[in-house]
């Protein structure tokens, strides 16, 4: 039997100067539903109630 281990990698979507708010969460969705797919990885990310609309500012 093939046992598949769970990866936990992390992400920090970033909101940086000169692109507005709209393209970084277009960018942090993107990246959340696509590597979601993966089998064997789990994204750690923050939350939409922890930074403004998910984003790291600083």
């Known amino acids: 039997m ?7 990698l992390g992400f920090v979507p970033l909101h940086r100067y000169p692109f ?3 393209c970084g969460v277009e960018v942090r969705r993107r ?5 979601s797919k993966i089998p064997g ?4 990310y923050p ?3 922890l930074t ?5 500012l600083e």
């Open 31 to 35: 990246v959340i539903e696509s590597v």
């Open 20 to 22: 507005d708010e709209k």
């Open 47 to 49: 939350g939409e109630d």
């Open 41 to 44: 990885i789990q994204l750690i």
């Open 2 to 8: 093939l046992l598949m281990k769970v990866v936990k």
């Open 52 to 56: 403004n609309l998910g984003l790291v």
